[in-house]
């Protein structure tokens, strides 16, 4: 074993000769790595900036390569895509790539001569930036193909264009490369001990805002997806690929992964493609010595992942995890792992992935044709015929969701005339429709369906992911003709700009809360110094535009009370207006037509936030990540991101918000818990979420009780050891989502407009009520469960237990949110439940 792992002596320098398939000569006029990078591959970790200079290098030394920037990341670093084919095949590379995407359009299809065509690969490497193998096997990809010569790849290059994009994640790959080499020493180190193999948070798993790329090829919310997309739908590829690791003690792991958690609306062929494509990978690592397995652990469930995204476009996801040696060389329970070993089965199976796209090149071109015309047939027997969508108070979340639907290039349309249908009203202007017969129909439907049946009760990630719940959008499906009501199809999503209704006024302007950014269009008044209150009732107030309602949470912005003239107050909303998706209305009386005159006490003063949010060891850098970038991206809104370790340090007096993230908190010593309360019952409203909750709770900053599982022990069962581990974990909740009920009068949920709301859950964590029944305003209802995976014996609790409890602490709030309300940067729906606490906590009355 020791052996095949690498070599015996610490040293983990290899030339080209150990990685390169043997017998084929190469160019000497293209590159090497090391002449570009100035080390060999695996000698060090490659930096990004390193990685991009090698695949420019080569590109202009080579006539095969065509090299294109997709986009930059946060960070602003490029993304590479590298169109790798013949030379001759580059002469008219776009004409094979207009050709080869009309192998998706059902219409087209049929006229083309697959014997012609070249099969379309993309090798995409290192989504998680830790997981750097695949990025560091990319320059020996590249050089392969660029270098080698000879019958077999010329072959190869007629028959494939090869999509080469050598790190999906920029930035992460930048911070783990450099951890690891700012430790590497000169006599290696392979004690797992070591700092070298231990990163420190958040690690370089995530992008910039500390997401999970790996689960954002659905929703696209992040640059670095949006660009990547883009060019995925510009070419459909035929097969691709998605290089990772997995723990230091394994060995390599292919797909298909276990049958029976293939997602049902993956075709059956697809996993078989997959098996065959497998075989491939097998008899190319067989041949270098090296371990694998395959059907075990992994799934091919969710649709936001790599290797499952491109089996509902027609295409075939192929997922591999290499044992990490995570830096340089590393004891295993298989021996010594070195670096240079890790990168040489990425490599490897670069080459068995090319050599199965030449030889299985009709059988993967024909199945792209008959999946699309599959999908027609599929379409045609489904019974909605198109959904319609939309939210006429908030024209935001509905954006957002089509702009989701067009980066997946689903077909959207206006919706001509209003509509009246399943108990819903749709407004032409603020509704959308999407019919159901066409080629994206696959995706159309895992956005709205809702899913309650499954082959298995295991589960790599979420169970459930309708995006329509997740925006909280009315919507419902149109049974008959759905024609009639098509308007102007979409080519970009609506642009929401808000307007001041009205004109300028000496009195008063109004903003409902309504709209998704609202808080940004808060905080931007806040900033210029603007007096807000917040409508604690509701109202209807004569506007300069005529009479309007108002509900809970309207801001009021009186204008003899800002320290501005009202023209220099009219010139800062004008101008707010115009970078925010919020109306204004303008009024010129007190007088309300019903309800709360405007002059009344039930308008309270809403503060500017001055936020801390807990960060570093002890906290989820996912759910550290999600509201920074809430709060960031979304909202323009600063946020003081403090390690849990230094809070005993920092001056607390300056903030009047602290968020308390997900996590364990065992490194919050007992003196920073008394600060922390004492930051609280001055005035401070504390936001913990999941876990955090229950460290408020088991540390006495809050009632709050967990329901358990009270089901008698059966003392009398014997079950079966060999499945122990998939038993216990068919008890866990993946992500699921559920009905709550929200009492919209209450300031967490102002901006509400209906009773309900679907919470995402993926913990087991479920609160009773523990204050008044006015303190936990959002409960889940009598049959919650909307879409997912339930285990049965979590549905008595979390039957009408709490999403949401406040409790006092002297003047201050603790509020306890046992969900995570920003889910993944998609969950639109409950995002402003979390805002509210950030504005208008301090305003709760208990
Ligand atoms: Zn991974």
Known sequence: MLLLMGCCQLSNAQDLSYYLPKNVSYDPAIPTPRSIIYHEVGEWHVTHDKLVSYMKAVSAASNRFNLQVTGYTYEGRPQLLLAITSPENQLRLEEIRQQHVLLSDPEKSASLTIENMPTVVWMGFSIHGNESSGANASLLTAYYLAAAKGAQVDDLLKNTVILLDPSFNPDGLTRFSTWANMHKSKTLVSDPAAREYNEVWPGGRFNHYLFDLNRDWLPAQHVESRNRLRLFHDWKPNILTDHHEQ????????QPGVPSRANLNTPKLNQELTGLIGNFHAKYLDSIGSMYFTKEGYDDFYYGKGSTYPDINGSIGILFEQASSRGHIQETDNGLL??????????????????????????????????????????????????????????????????????????????????????????????????????????????????????????????????????????????????????????????????????????????????????????????????????????????????????????????RQQSISAAETYAILINAVKENSVDIYAVNTGLSVSGID?????????????????????????????????????????????????????????????????????????????????????????????????????????????????????????????????????????????????????????????????????????????????????????????????????????????????????????????????????????????????????????
């Open 247 to 254: 723990g230091s003690n394994a060995s390599f792991f292919f």
């Open 338 to 559: 070195t670096f240079p070993f890790t990168i040489r089965n990425q490599f490897t199976t670069t080459l068995s992935t090319m050599e199965a796209a030449r030889n299985m090149r009709t059988q993967l071109l024909t199945y792209q044709r008959n999946f699309y015309i599959d999908v027609m047939k599929e379409a045609a027997s489904y019974p909605a015929r198109a959904f319609v969508f939309g939210d006429a108070g908030d024209k935001s979340r509905t954006a957002a969701l089509v702009e989701m639907m067009l980066r997946h290039k689903i077909d959207v349309y206006e919706l001509n005339q209003n509509l009246n249908t399943g108990g819903k009203s749709f407004t032409s202007g603020n509704a959308y429709v999407v019919p159901t017969s066409q080629p994206q129909f696959k995706i159309i439907k895992t956005m709205f369906e809702k899913t309650l049946e499954y082959k298995d009760s295991l589960f790599y990630d979420v169970t459930a992911w309708t995006i329509a719940l997740a925006m909280n959008l009315d919507n419902t499906a149109i049974i008959v003709a759905p024609q009639q009501y098509l308007g102007t199809k979409l080519t970009a999503a609506p642009v929401i700009t808000g307007s001041l209704v009205g004109g300028q006024s000496n009195y008063a302007y109004l903003v409902s809360w309504e709209d998704f950014y609202a808080p940004k269009l808060l905080y931007h008044l806040q900033l210029k110094g603007i007096r807000l209150e917040v409508a604690t009732q509701q109202f209807e107030a004569t506007t300069l535009a005529g009479s309007k309602k108002f509900s809970y949470g309207t801001l009021i912005i009186p204008v």
């Open 598 to 846: 405007l002059g009344s006490n039930s308008f309270l003063t809403v503060d500017e936030p001055k936020i801390m949010m807990f960060g570093g060891t002890g906290t989820s850098p996912t759910d550290v990540g999600e509201i920074w970038h809430l709060l960031d991206q979304r909202f323009n809104i600063p946020v003081t991101i403090v390690d849990v370790e230094r809070f005993g340090r920092v001056d607390a007096g300056r903030y009047n918000v602290i968020i308390m993230p997900s996590g364990s908190y065992g490194n919050l010593d007992k003196g920073d818990q008394e600060k922390l309360k004492d930051w609280v019952r001055g005035g401070g409203t504390l936001i913990a979420t999941e876990d955090a909750v229950k460290y408020l709770s088991t540390n006495g900053f809050t009632k709050v009780l967990f329901k358990t599982d009270s089901e008698k022990k059966d003392t009398t069962l014997m079950l079966p050891y060999y499945n122990r581990m998939d038993e216990l974990r068919s008890k866990d909740m993946a992500g699921s989502i559920f009905e709550a009920k929200i009492d919209m009068t209450h300031p967490l949920c102002y901006g509400y407009m209906k009773p309900t709301v679907s919470v995402f859950k993926a913990n087991t964590l479920f609160m009773d009520q523990n204050n008044s029944p006015y303190d936990s305003p959002v409960m889940f209802t009598d049959e919650p469960l909307q879409s997912g995976y339930l285990y049965k014996g979590n549905k008595p609790l979390i039957k009408n237990s709490a999403v949401i409890n406040i409790d006092n602490l002297g003047s201050g709030h603790v509020i306890s949110m046992v969900d995570n309300l920003n889910f993944r940067a998609f969950w639109f729906g409950t995002s402003k439940i979390f805002m509210n606490a950030v504005f208008f906590g301090k305003l709760i009355r208990m």
